[in-house]
């Protein structure tokens, strides 16, 4: 953008064509007054207190909306203006009926600050009115609470939810002196399109929308804020917790301007911290004594665990033990962990649930580019020409990526191709919805594949200069017309066609996956196909394109860069290279197994067949999360001996031998690796309940117990020995992290981190493109089970629930499971909405109210498997993808019938 | 919910967008007699257009009525002017008369009964106004014959 010269109060500035005044005078430190405007929204020149002086304009104008010109000459503080803001704010005063002293938002308040700034009278002020308490749209949410009399009818609330959450939800309504925010025919918020984002309280500027569970438990001028990173799903949003005297998280608030969220939330950032100061966490050691926990002091509990360890290492061997780590723990504490189970207990027996939703993408990504993370970042998707959305319900699961998305789309023109069964919300921005079968992405993809070579649209130079083993390809996709993926896919070929002209043609495309590519037995076929479509038209390795698979927990990323997986240790590299384990063995001081361990599945297979005679679990519930739940509760109720460490008694737990209490995110220090490999900071903010302990503290003491002494002085020093023996993590410390996390890989102290990968060249060297053919899935409908049933996440709930379902807020939208079944189904079925069905499998079956929709397709179910009264996982099927060893959750034949 | 009228009048329409909205929803008013919620929403689901947008302006002008309104609006005054000189006593005698309170729509749909601040016209206080007449110097004797006019 070309440079432009303009002098603000007599200092001469440097800004940009199309800033604006306001803008200009921000990015300089200089101060105007403004109430109506937030950046993330398109200006609107309503509240008229941002007036100034233009030299040249007749009358002032507003900062907010008027551009500045090369050799502008602009005043803020003339007698005029401030008289005019004066008599502005002194208006609204008139009609504002808020009193400061009982005021949640007494300290952040833009109303507030002003007055006092420009002095206005107490005469100026309207008769207050402390407790509005005529009904309005957020009358008994527990979310959300709006205050008529302390609104100034900024309509921020109203913009933001239309454009940044593109939910309209909300509108003003009447006129003149009675206008207010409302939604449509003042319905309930929650039976509107609102999706509790919180967006629009992020931008009030008064006390007028503000958390209702926030009320009362002080004022904002009495919060301390500390910044930390959000725990709900890879996007790693940036988050402050708003904490008062009592220890008490009292809201969470975001920072406008910081990377990646810019100050975006979704319902489960925002409000779902209820659990950190739930009176269910555990808050001292258990041990199970005829069949009965009871609690044990730390030295007891420890104890055991180490004698009981020991014993079975003797017996059978250090393979007999398997652990479990945890996507939800800090980058240290995965490390520690793997550290523990290979230096400590000597065995390679580590994995954890990346297994069950992002392995296919690890194993994928790694042939195919020779790196398995998200290539691109979340920025750059703004500004992508083309976006191919596939098995990914953005909105709903990436809820600050979904708002990316839509941006990009909305405001920037993008062209948005979403390939999914289900009608999900982003169709609404779709130019082209693609509504495959389950289990046929690979020959919708090979179809548009063969669309891209017959009308000449591959990137001829990118695939001779950068990848190798095009031919292989062209092999399979030759014959793969797209009227062959129309009679397995079911969508017609046309729309085939159009989307492959558009992911094609487009000067930037980016792929975005989730686990509707994952978690198939073709899983790693599903990532293959996906990378050969970004390989052939050359978009990879440059801004805004690639293949970015969104990972689901907030440090799913993390778990897997610090080795917690059975074959390789921190940083990819693997335990069968003989050199490799030479260093790790110098550095740890101990000789290392040299067989790759068992993988998640694998293990409790294991345990079915005397191999694995003891678990360590650390903040997983594989009880509630694992494939054919059965089966897997079978196992860990087998187990000679089991050792879960979490904040709750989560289902899992309740089969444990020793029970041991840690604290969670917001009472530690540490970093999350987010989906773009970002590692950010978390930072203590609460003081743990009870005797919970640091995960890493827990194990280095254990450790220590079983003869391996571990010993670190914080977080910080753990991520030193990380970075010294992790290449991609090599320069990164927390003194480098304090105001923005760093993108991997980050080779030394001076690198500035990677924003997109393979650029020159592929981690690999060259991109390799790899013939995958089409196969069906595992199971599918015949007879007896003839509806295909998928599993996934929901908007409000996060894996397991042990966490969300603690939210007051959250459980008014979401208070159960459910079974999604299409209308006319339904109506054949006779099953009406919300009424109780039973929807079994081969392996179980499981009672959950219907909710009957349009929104699938018919002859298919999809339930959520947040729920443990209606546990979806005792449905799914543990066949296996054959290379990356994940589950077919998405795939499996049912049956549902209605419950007399 | 009939939804036949307002097919019709998105058919005669190619494609609407949020700028349509005022005479796409005085069109609704005229087939429906007034802006039947249910239809509203429904006009959402097949345009695109958001709800709360659509009530949004629905309610900004006085001319939209979002319950059913009668043939005839009879309007009383609640002003300062009107008060002092007694009416209340229209009010109270309009409402008995017609058998329904302010707000409503008597179950003929013959007429809308609403009270306003001011109507302007203090100088003829007390004031009821049906449709576009104004009746000055009112006594609530008068009532009936006036009503009596608008069938
Ligand atoms: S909204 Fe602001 S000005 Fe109004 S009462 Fe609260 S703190 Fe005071
Ligand atoms: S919470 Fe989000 S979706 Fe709901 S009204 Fe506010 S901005 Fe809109
Ligand atoms: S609720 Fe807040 S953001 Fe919305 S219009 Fe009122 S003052 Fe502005
Ligand atoms: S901030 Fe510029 S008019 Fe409100
Ligand atoms: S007070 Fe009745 S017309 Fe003005």
């Given at each position: 953008?070309?440079?432009?010269?303009?002098?603000?109060?007599?200092?001469?500035?440097?800004?940009?064509?199309?800033?604006?005044?306001?803008?200009?005078?921000?990015?300089?430190?200089?101060?105007?007054?403004?109430?109506?405007?937030?950046?993330?929204?398109?200006?609107?020149?309503?509240?008229?207190?941002?007036?100034?002086?233009?030299?040249?304009?007749?009358?002032?104008?507003?900062?907010?909306?008027?551009?500045?010109?090369?050799?502008?000459?602009?005043?803020?503080?003339?007698?005029?203006?401030?008289?005019?803001?004066?008599?502005?704010?002194?208006?609204?005063?008139?009609?504002?009926?808020?009193?400061?002293?009982?005021?949640?938002?007494?300290?952040?308040?833009?109303?507030?600050?002003?007055?006092?700034?420009?002095?206005?009278?107490?005469?100026?002020?309207?008769?207050?009115?402390?407790?509005?308490?005529?009904?309005?749209?957020?009358?008994?949410?527990?979310?959300?609470?709006?205050?008529?009399?302390?609104?100034?009818?900024?309509?921020?609330?109203?913009?933001?939810?239309?454009?940044?959450?593109?939910?309209?939800?909300?509108?003003?309504?009447?006129?003149?002196?009675?206008?207010?925010?409302?939604?449509?025919?003042?319905?309930?918020?929650?039976?509107?399109?609102?999706?509790?984002?919180?967006?629009?309280?992020?931008?009030?500027?008064?006390?007028?929308?503000?958390?209702?569970?926030?009320?009362?438990?002080?004022?904002?001028?009495?919060?301390?804020?500390?910044?930390?990173?959000?725990?709900?799903?890879?996007?790693?949003?940036?988050?402050?917790?708003?904490?008062?005297?009592?220890?008490?998280?009292?809201?969470?608030?975001?920072?406008?301007?910081?990377?990646?969220?810019?100050?975006?939330?979704?319902?489960?950032?925002?409000?779902?911290?209820?659990?950190?100061?739930?009176?269910?966490?555990?808050?001292?050691?258990?041990?199970?004594?005829?069949?009965?926990?009871?609690?044990?002091?730390?030295?007891?509990?420890?104890?055991?665990?180490?004698?009981?360890?020991?014993?079975?290492?003797?017996?059978?061997?250090?393979?007999?033990?398997?652990?479990?780590?945890?996507?939800?723990?800090?980058?240290?504490?995965?490390?520690?962990?793997?550290k523990?189970?290979r230096a400590?207990?000597?065995?390679n027996?580590?994995?954890?649930?990346?297994?069950?939703?992002?392995?296919?993408?690890?194993?994928?990504?790694?042939?195919?580019?020779?790196?398995?993370?998200?290539?691109?970042?979340?920025?750059?998707?703004?500004?992508?020409?083309?976006?191919?959305?596939?098995?990914?319900?953005?909105?709903?699961?990436?809820?600050?990526?979904?708002?990316?998305?839509?941006?990009?789309?909305?405001?920037?023109?993008?062209?948005?191709?979403?390939?999914?069964?289900?009608?999900?919300?982003?169709?609404?921005?779709?130019?082209?919805?693609?509504?495959?079968?389950?289990?046929?992405?690979?020959?919708?993809?090979?179809?548009?594949?063969?669309?891209?070579?017959?009308?000449?649209?591959?990137?001829?130079?990118?695939?001779?200069?950068?990848?190798?083993?095009?031919?292989?390809?062209?092999?399979?996709?030759?014959?793969?017309?797209?009227?062959?993926?129309?009679?397995?896919?079911?969508?017609?070929?046309?729309?085939?066609?159009?989307?492959?002209?558009?992911?094609?043609?487009?000067?930037?495309?980016?792929?975005?996956?989730?686990?509707?590519?994952?978690?198939?037995?073709?899983?790693?076929?599903?990532?293959?196909?996906?990378?050969?479509?970004?390989?052939?038209?050359?978009?990879?390795?440059?801004?805004?394109?690639?293949?970015?698979?969104?990972?689901?927990?907030?440090?799913?990323?993390?778990?897997?860069?610090?080795g917690?997986?059975?074959?390789v240790y921190p940083g990819?590299q693997s335990v069968e290279d003989a050199l490799l384990r030479v260093k790790f063995q110098q550095a740890w001081g101990v000789a290392l197994p040299e067989q790759?361990?068992?993988?998640?599945?694998?293990?409790?297979?294991?345990?079915?067949?005397?191999?694995?005679?003891?678990?360590?679990?650390?903040?997983?519930?594989?009880?509630?999360?694992?494939?054919?739940?059965?089966?897997?509760?079978?196992?860990?109720?087998?187990?000679?001996?089991?050792?879960?460490?979490?904040?709750?008694?989560?289902?899992?737990?309740?089969?444990?031998?020793?029970?041991?209490?840690?604290?969670?995110?917001?009472?530690?220090?540490?970093?999350?690796?987010?989906?773009?490999?970002?590692?950010?900071?978390?930072?203590?903010?609460?003081?743990?309940?009870?005797?919970?302990?640091?995960?890493?503290?827990?194990?280095?003491?254990?450790?220590?117990?079983?003869?391996?002494?571990?010993?670190?002085?914080?977080?910080?020093?753990?991520?030193?020995?990380?970075?010294a023996l992790t290449p991609?993590?090599?320069?990164?410390?927390?003194?480098?992290?304090?105001?923005?996390?760093?993108?991997?890989?980050?080779?030394?102290?001076?690198?500035?981190?990677?924003?997109?990968?393979?650029?020159?060249?592929?981690?690999?060297?060259?991109?390799?493109?790899?013939?995958?053919?089409?196969?069906?899935?595992?199971?599918?409908?015949?007879?007896?089970?003839?509806?295909?049933?998928?599993?996934?996440?929901?908007?409000?709930?996060?894996?397991?629930?042990?966490?969300?379902?603690?939210?007051?807020?959250?459980?008014?939208?979401?208070?159960?499971?459910?079974?999604?079944?299409?209308?006319?189904?339904?109506?054949?079925?006779?099953?009406?909405?919300?009424?109780?069905?039973?929807?079994?499998?081969?392996?179980?079956?499981?009672?959950?109210?219907?909710?009957?929709?349009?929104?699938?397709?018919?002859?298919?179910?999809?339930?959520?498997?947040?729920?443990?009264?209606?546990?979806?996982?005792?449905?799914?099927?543990?066949?296996?993808?054959?290379?990356?060893?994940?589950?077919?959750?998405?795939?499996?034949?049912?049956?549902?019938?209605?419950?007399? | 919910?009939?939804?036949?009228?307002?097919?019709?009048?998105?058919?005669?329409?190619?494609?609407?967008?949020?700028?349509?909205?005022?005479?796409?929803?005085?069109?609704?008013?005229?087939?429906?007699?007034?802006?039947?919620?249910?239809?509203?929403?429904?006009?959402?689901?097949?345009?695109?257009?958001?709800?709360?947008?659509?009530?949004?302006?629905?309610?900004?002008?006085?001319?939209?009525?979002?319950?059913?309104?009668?043939?005839?609006?009879?309007?009383?005054?609640?002003?300062?002017?009107?008060?002092?000189?007694?009416?209340?006593?229209?009010?109270?005698?309009?409402?008995?008369?017609?058998?329904?309170?302010?707000?409503?729509?008597?179950?003929?749909?013959?007429?809308?009964?609403?009270?306003?601040?001011?109507?302007?016209?203090?100088?003829?206080?007390?004031?009821?106004?049906?449709?576009?007449?104004?009746?000055?110097?009112?006594?609530?004797?008068?009532?009936?014959?006036?009503?009596?006019?608008?069938?």
């Amino acid at each position: 953008m070309p440079e432009i010269k303009a002098t603000i109060n007599g200092n001469v500035l440097m800004g940009s064509a199309g800033q604006t005044v306001l803008g200009l005078a921000q990015a300089h430190g200089i101060e105007i007054p403004n109430l109506c405007h937030d950046p993330r929204l398109r200006p609107a020149g309503a509240c008229r207190l941002c007036l100034v002086e233009v030299a040249g304009q007749r009358g002032l104008v507003p900062a907010c909306t008027f551009q500045v010109a090369d050799g502008m000459v602009v005043q803020t503080e003339t007698e005029e203006i401030r008289a005019i803001r004066k008599t502005v704010l002194e208006l609204l005063f008139a009609e504002h009926r808020g009193i400061c002293t009982t005021c949640d938002k007494n300290g952040d308040c833009r109303l507030q600050k002003y007055g006092y700034e420009y002095q206005i009278a107490d005469t100026a002020f309207a008769a207050p009115e402390a407790n509005g308490n005529g009904k309005n749209y957020t009358t008994g949410n527990e979310a959300i609470r709006y205050r008529p009399e302390k609104c100034i009818r900024c309509g921020r609330c109203i913009r933001i939810c239309q454009e940044v959450q593109m939910d309209s939800a909300l509108t003003f309504k009447d006129r003149a002196a009675w206008v207010e925010v409302s939604t449509a025919f003042e319905m309930p918020l929650n039976d509107s399109t609102c999706k509790l984002c919180g967006q629009c309280i992020s931008t009030c500027p008064t006390g007028a929308l503000y958390e209702r569970a926030a009320g009362g438990k002080g004022q904002a001028k009495d919060l301390t804020r500390t910044r930390t990173t959000c725990i709900y799903c890879g996007v790693g949003c940036q988050i402050d917790l708003n904490v008062n005297g009592n220890n008490q998280i009292v809201r969470v608030t975001s920072p406008v301007g910081v990377v990646p969220n810019n100050g975006n939330l979704c319902v489960k950032g925002r409000f779902g911290m209820e659990f950190v100061q739930s009176d269910k966490r555990l808050t001292t050691p258990l041990i199970k004594r005829d069949g009965v926990f009871q609690e044990a002091t730390w030295d007891e509990a420890l104890a055991v665990i180490a004698a009981r360890f020991n014993e079975i290492k003797s017996a059978y061997g250090a393979d007999g033990i398997g652990g479990l780590s945890s996507a939800k723990c800090t980058n240290e504490e995965n490390y520690i962990f793997q550290k523990f189970m290979r230096a400590a207990v000597g065995t390679n027996n580590v994995d954890h649930c990346a297994r069950l939703c992002h392995a296919s993408t690890v194993a994928g990504l790694a042939k195919a580019f020779g790196s398995g993370a998200m290539t691109n970042s979340i920025d750059e998707i703004k500004h992508a020409g083309c976006i191919f959305v596939i098995g990914s319900n953005t909105t709903e699961a990436h809820p600050v990526i979904g708002l990316a998305i839509k941006e990009a789309v909305v405001r920037n023109g993008a062209k948005l191709i979403v390939a999914d069964p289900r009608g999900i919300d982003l169709v609404r921005f779709a130019a082209v919805h693609l509504a495959h079968q389950p289990g046929t992405d690979v020959a919708l993809i090979n179809a548009m594949m063969n669309v891209i070579v017959s009308e000449k649209l591959h990137n001829e130079p990118f695939i001779r200069e950068r990848t190798e083993d095009f031919a292989a390809l062209l092999e399979v996709v030759r014959d793969f017309t797209p009227e062959k993926a129309e009679a397995i896919t079911t969508v017609p070929a046309e729309a085939i066609r159009q989307a492959a002209r558009l992911y094609a043609t487009a000067p930037s495309s980016s792929i975005i996956y989730s686990m509707g590519i994952t978690q198939h037995t073709t899983g790693t076929d599903n990532v293959l196909a996906l990378a050969n479509l970004a390989l052939l038209t050359g978009n990879v390795g440059k801004e805004s394109a690639g293949v970015n698979p969104l990972r689901g927990q907030n440090n799913v990323q993390g778990a897997c860069d610090m080795g917690a997986l059975p074959n390789v240790y921190p940083g990819y590299q693997s335990v069968e290279d003989a050199l490799l384990r030479v260093k790790f063995q110098q550095a740890w001081g101990v000789a290392l197994p040299e067989q790759k361990g068992l993988t998640v599945v694998e293990m409790m297979h294991a345990v079915e067949h005397d191999e694995i005679k003891a678990l360590y679990i650390m903040g997983e519930n594989p009880a509630l999360s694992d494939p054919n739940l059965n089966r897997t509760r079978k196992a860990i109720e087998k187990v000679d001996f089991m050792v879960v460490q979490d904040i709750f008694l989560t289902e899992t737990a309740e089969y444990a031998d020793v029970v041991l209490p840690s604290t969670c995110f917001a009472e530690k220090d540490g970093t999350f690796t987010n989906t773009e490999r970002r590692v950010q900071r978390v930072r203590k903010a609460v003081v743990p309940p009870g005797e919970a302990r640091h995960d890493w503290e827990i194990l280095c003491d254990l450790a220590g117990r079983m003869g391996y002494p571990m010993a670190y002085g914080s977080a910080a020093q753990i991520m030193d020995e990380i970075a010294a023996l992790t290449p991609i993590y090599g320069g990164i410390s927390f003194d480098r992290l304090q105001t923005a996390g760093l993108q991997w890989p980050c080779p030394n102290r001076q690198h500035p981190g990677t924003k997109y990968l393979h650029t020159d060249r592929f981690t690999r060297g060259k991109g390799k493109f790899h013939a995958v053919a089409f196969q069906s899935p595992a199971e599918t409908p015949g007879q007896e089970f003839p509806f295909v049933l998928s599993t996934g996440r929901q908007l409000y709930q996060f894996h397991t629930g042990t966490m969300t379902r603690k939210s007051r807020a959250i459980h008014q939208v979401s208070p159960t499971g459910y079974v999604e079944v299409h209308a006319e189904d339904a109506v054949r079925l006779g099953i009406a909405d919300g009424q109780m069905v039973e929807v079994s499998t081969r392996r179980g079956r499981v009672t959950t109210p219907a909710r009957v929709t349009t929104g699938i397709e018919k002859g298919w179910l999809f339930m959520p498997f947040h729920f443990c009264e209606g546990p979806a996982n005792a449905l799914t099927q543990d066949a296996l993808d054959p290379v990356a060893k994940i589950p077919e959750y998405k795939v499996c034949a049912a049956q549902i019938r209605a419950v007399p | 919910m009939d939804v036949d009228v307002l097919d019709r009048i998105l058919a005669a329409r190619p494609k609407v967008t949020a700028t349509d909205l005022s005479p796409l929803l005085q069109e609704i008013q005229v087939g429906y007699g007034y802006l039947p919620p249910g239809v509203l929403l429904e006009m959402s689901r097949r345009t695109g257009i958001p709800a709360s947008q659509i009530y949004g302006v629905a309610t900004f002008y006085e001319q939209f009525h979002l319950e059913p309104h009668g043939r005839h609006t009879v309007r009383c005054c609640r002003g300062t002017a009107c008060h002092v000189k007694g009416g209340h006593g229209m009010i109270q005698a309009v409402s008995r008369e017609l058998g329904i309170a302010e707000g409503e729509t008597t179950a003929d749909m013959r007429f809308t009964f609403e009270t306003v601040a001011c109507l302007g016209t203090c100088f003829l206080a007390p004031v009821v106004m049906v449709d576009k007449d104004y009746y000055g110097n009112m006594t609530p004797t008068r009532v009936r014959g006036i009503l009596d006019r608008y069938k």
